[in-house]
C-alpha cells in the first residue's frame, strides 16, 4: 500500500495500520511495518495475538445477534479488514445497523470506502475519550436508535487510554447512555502476559509512546473486570480470548501458554 498516493512512504506509524500489519493485512505504510516489526521482536507472537482478538470479536458479535442486538457501536475500529463487525453482523441480518469510530483519518476513509453502498453501516472519526461527541454526533444519531439495546464494541481500544480514571469514566459514560437490553464487549492488553519481563512490555509501549500518537496501558484482569461493572457479565466472565465460547481449536502456542494470547475479553449485558 505504500505504493500510492504519493508521500504514504513518509507517514508516521499509526496504531490502525500497525495492528493492520500484524493481522497480515494490506493497508500499511513503511513506517507502521517498521514499528511493528519492533513490537514483534520483543513480543514474536503479536500476530497470533492479534489474529486470537478478531477472532473472539467475531464470535462475541456473533453471540450478540443471536441475543437479538439489531446495532452495534465499533469503538476503535481500526482498518476494517475480513470479518469484521458489519460483514458479521449482516451475514444473517442484513439489517443489522453498524458505526465504526476511530481517531485514525486513514482507518475511517478506508472504512468508508468498505461501507459504500451499504444504507446500514457507516464510520466516522471521533475519539472515544469524548463519548458526549461520539453520541450525538449526526450519523451515530442517523444510524442509530440509541433507545434501543446496542452492541457497543471495545476492542482492543481501551488500552490506548492509559489514565484509569478517565478509561473507566469513558466506559461509564457510554454504558449509562445505552438503553437496557445493551452490550459491552471488550477486549485488553492483559499486564499478566508479560510479567515478569516487564521490560518487554515498556519496550512495545515506547514503540507506540514515540512512533504513534497513542501511549499504550496494559491491565490486570481485575482492573479489565472493572470496565464491566454495573453490568452483567456472561459467562464464562473476563478471560483470556481463546477461552471466551470458544468455535475452533485452540492455537498450540495458547494451549500451552495462555497469557501469550495477550489480553483479557468479556461481554456485559445492561439490565
Ligand atoms: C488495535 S486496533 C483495534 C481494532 C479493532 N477494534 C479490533 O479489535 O480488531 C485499535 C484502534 O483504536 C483506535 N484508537 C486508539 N485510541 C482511540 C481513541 N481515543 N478514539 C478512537 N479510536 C482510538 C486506533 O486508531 C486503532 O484503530
Not at 458526549?132 to 442509530?144: F, G, I, Q, T
Not at 453490568?231 to 495458547?254: I, K, N, S, Y
Request: charged fraction near 25%.
Amino acid at each position: 500500500m505504500d505504493t500510492a498516493p504519493q508521500g504514504n512512504a513518509q507517514k508516521p506509524a499509526t496504531a490502525a495500520r500497525m495492528y493492520d500489519y500484524y493481522l497480515g493485512g494490506i493497508h500499511n505504510f513503511p513506517a507502521d511495518r517498521e514499528a511493528a516489526e519492533k513490537v514483534i521482536a520483543q513480543f514474536p507472537f503479536m500476530p497470533v495475538l492479534a489474529r486470537a482478538n478478531r477472532a473472539f470479536l467475531r464470535r462475541g458479535v456473533r453471540h450478540l445477534v443471536d441475543a437479538g442486538v439489531r446495532q452495534f457501536l465499533d469503538l476503535g475500529s481500526g482498518i476494517p479488514t475480513v470479518g469484521n463487525v458489519h460483514e458479521i453482523a449482516q451475514e444473517n441480518r442484513p439489517d443489522t445497523r453498524v458505526v465504526y469510530v476511530d481517531i485514525d483519518p486513514v482507518a475511517v476513509a478506508e472504512s468508508l470506502e468498505i461501507l459504500d453502498g451499504n444504507e446500514w453501516a457507516t464510520a466516522v472519526r471521533a475519539d472515544l475519550c469524548n463519548p458526549r461527541a461520539v453520541l450525538d454526533h449526526s450519523e451515530v444519531r442517523r444510524v442509530l436508535d440509541l433507545d434501543q439495546p446496542i452492541g457497543l464494541v471495545m476492542a482492543a481500544v481501551l488500552h490506548f487510554v492509559p489514565d484509569d480514571a478517565e478509561a473507566y469514566d469513558v466506559v461509564a459514560q457510554f454504558v449509562s447512555a445505552l438503553a437496557p437490553g445493551s452490550y459491552l464487549l471488550a477486549s485488553h492488553i492483559a499486564a499478566e502476559s508479560f510479567m515478569p519481563t516487564s521490560d518487554q512490555m515498556k519496550t512495545a509501549s515506547d514503540v507506540y509512546q514515540r512512533r504513534t500518537t497513542t501511549p499504550v496501558a496494559a491491565r490486570t484482569r481485575s482492573d479489565v473486570q472493572r470496565f464491566f461493572a454495573g453490568l452483567e457479565l456472561l459467562e464464562p466472565g473476563v478471560v483470556w480470548p481463546h477461552e471466551w465460547r470458544p468455535d475452533e481449536d485452540v492455537p498450540a502456542e495458547f494451549a500451552d501458554n495462555p497469557q501469550h494470547s495477550g489480553g483479557w475479553v468479556g461481554v456485559g449485558r445492561k439490565i
